[in-house]
């Protein structure tokens, strides 16, 4: 089992900036992929970046490229995305997950992982 714990979420204003953390606990060894999806009201959840540890690999929905950075801390256990340039569109709560490889797909893809955090609400102001 692998838990996945989220914070860094906000209120921030239109061009500010915030940086999500994800901290894993548990069989964090057998993890392939980790990533970080976000779900708006009403809309269905989105894949927003992942990161292949393995090969070191980013993978970035258009929406965000340019704007957001995913990163890892191995000797944390730690995810992180750095917001930045953020718009009243990046709204949403935002969800870690990993994937250990018994689940195969796109790396943006929320039927490709298999553990979920709950989420931290991110809200820019316009």
């Known amino acids: 089992q692998v838990q996945l714990v989220e914070s860094g979420g906000g209120s921030v204003q239109s061009g500010g900036s915030l940086r999500l953390s994800c901290a894993s606990s548990g069989f964090t060894s057998n993890i392939i992929y980790m990533g970080w999806f976000r779900q708006a009201p009403g809309k269905e959840r989105e894949g927003v970046a992942s990161?292949?540890?393995?090969?070191?690999?980013?993978y970035y929905a258009d929406s965000v490229k340019g704007r957001f950075t995913i990163s890892q801390d191995n000797a944390k256990n730690t995810l992180y995305l750095q917001m930045n340039s953020l718009k009243p569109e990046d709204s949403a709560m935002y969800y870690c997950?990993?994937?250990?490889?018994?689940?195969?797909?796109?790396?943006?893809?929320?039927?490709?992982?298999?553990?979920w955090g709950r989420g931290t609400q991110v809200t820019v102001s316009s």
């Open positions: 997950a990993a994937n250990d490889g018994s689940q195969f797909g796109s790396p943006l893809a929320s039927s490709t992982y298999n553990y």
């Open positions: 990161y292949w540890r393995i090969g070191g690999l980013t």
